[in-house]
């Protein structure tokens, strides 16, 4: 799989965005963070998702990797009055940027950030919300972790709520369309994410898709028990 034409359009149409994002990911870089930030088009899809997700409600976001703040924000900007978006860092040097971003994009009252590994803070935040508690849950961390961040998750997770995963096509070292090569550094993301893909595919709990956009965006529905799926 490459970069695709339609791909080139939707990122100039629809990759527009405002000064404050526009300033996060170069100043991330010049402070040491990795370049590795959703793009434009998927943080405003981000957005929309969670606007989508929580209907009338404030909405509750629960993210799992923050890196610079990035997608962090375009999700409280998908939230109403009172919501939030939790979300969850392994690096403290990562968190500790973040923090000053979501500051300067007027967002800080809505993100609560919490600094630990993933696997160890979404058990904890499970206990914590209570069940049936957020409307969208947005996994972008470690890749072979994903099933089990679900997992842990998935208690919080009410009826018509979404799942989103970034990475689902690949990053920029793989797409999950290559072949399967065992001497490839990142060989276990990209079987990790196939399996993701293809389970959430046929799990009758979820109505799922992939949107191919960026690196590719899965979006699952959690189905509630009035609905149905093929
Ligand atoms: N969502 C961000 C990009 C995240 S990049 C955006 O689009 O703006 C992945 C992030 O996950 C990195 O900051 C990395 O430090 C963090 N990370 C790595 N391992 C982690 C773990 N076990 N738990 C939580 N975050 C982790
Ligand atoms: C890369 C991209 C991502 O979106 C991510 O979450 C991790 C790594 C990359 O291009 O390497
Ligand atoms: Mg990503």
Redesign the pocket.
């Known amino acids: 799989m490459a970069a695709t034409e339609h791909g080139t359009y939707i990122h100039q149409v629809f990759g527009h965005q405002d000064a404050v994002l526009t300033a996060i990911m170069p100043r991330a870089v010049a402070a040491g963070l990795p370049a590795?930030?959703?793009a434009p088009e998927v943080g405003r899809l981000l957005q929309l998702l969670a606007t989508l997700a929580r209907g009338e409600r404030p909405g509750v976001v629960v993210?799992?990797?923050?890196?610079?703040g990035?997608?962090a924000i375009w999700l409280a900007r998908g939230l109403g009055g009172g919501g939030k978006v939790v979300t969850?860092?392994?690096?403290p040097r990562?968190a500790a940027f973040a923090a000053a971003e979501f500051k300067a994009a007027g967002v800080a009252d809505r993100v609560e950030q919490v600094v630990a590994?993933?696997?160890e803070a979404l058990p904890a935040l499970a206990k914590r919300l209570g069940p049936a508690s957020i409307d969208m849950l947005f996994l972008?961390?470690?890749k072979v972790?994903y099933a089990a961040y679900l997992a842990a998750a998935e208690p919080m997770l009410r009826d018509g709520s979404l799942v989103v995963a970034d990475n689902a096509l690949g990053t920029g070292s793989w797409w999950v369309t290559d072949a399967a090569d065992p001497a490839h550094p990142q060989a276990a993301d990209r079987a990790a994410m196939d399996t993701f893909n293809r389970k959430m595919a046929t799990d009758p709990r979820y109505i799922t898709t992939c949107i191919p956009m960026g690196h590719g965006v899965l979006v699952a529905r959690r189905v509630g028990i009035k609905e149905t799926r093929a």
């Open positions: 590795i930030s959703v993210e799992v990797g923050t890196l610079g990035y997608s969850i860092e392994a690096d990562h590994k993933g696997l972008d961390a470690i972790e």
